[in-house]
Nanobody, 121 residues
């Protein structure tokens, strides 16, 4: 199994910054894609940013130029640096990790518990 621990959410004024972290642990052989999703009240969950096992990261249009996703493979951790935050960024942010786990080299997708980001105007 794989466990994810998220941290870094909170309350911030518009224009401010926050950094989210998500650390994966467990019987991990290899982590492939790591991503951040968010879900605002009354809305569907949406992909915010994704970093694949190799290649360029992808961002939803509304956060391009403001958010940066990064990963530390040695720590099995993914980060989301959020700058120039806007009230419309208010949501619960979820980490998503796709990995190969042992035993059996099985594919496993795991979600974090979510961390609330509130941006005040």
């Amino acid at each position: 199994q794989v466990q994810l621990v998220e941290s870094g959410g909170g309350l911030v004024q518009a224009g401010g910054s926050l950094r989210l972290s998500c650390a994966a642990s467990g019987s991990i052989f290899r982590i492939n894609a790591m991503a951040w999703y968010r879900q605002a009240p009354g809305k569907q969950r949406e992909l915010v940013a994704l970093t694949p096992g190799g290649g360029s990261s992808n961002y939803t249009d509304s956060v391009k130029g403001r958010f940066t996703i990064s990963r530390d493979n040695a720590k099995n951790t993914v980060y989301l640096q959020m700058n120039s935050l806007k009230p419309e960024d208010t949501a619960v942010y979820y980490c998503n990790v796709n990995s190969i786990v042992l035993p059996g080299y099985r594919y496993l997708e795991v979600w974090g518990q979510g961390t609330l980001v509130t941006v005040s105007s």
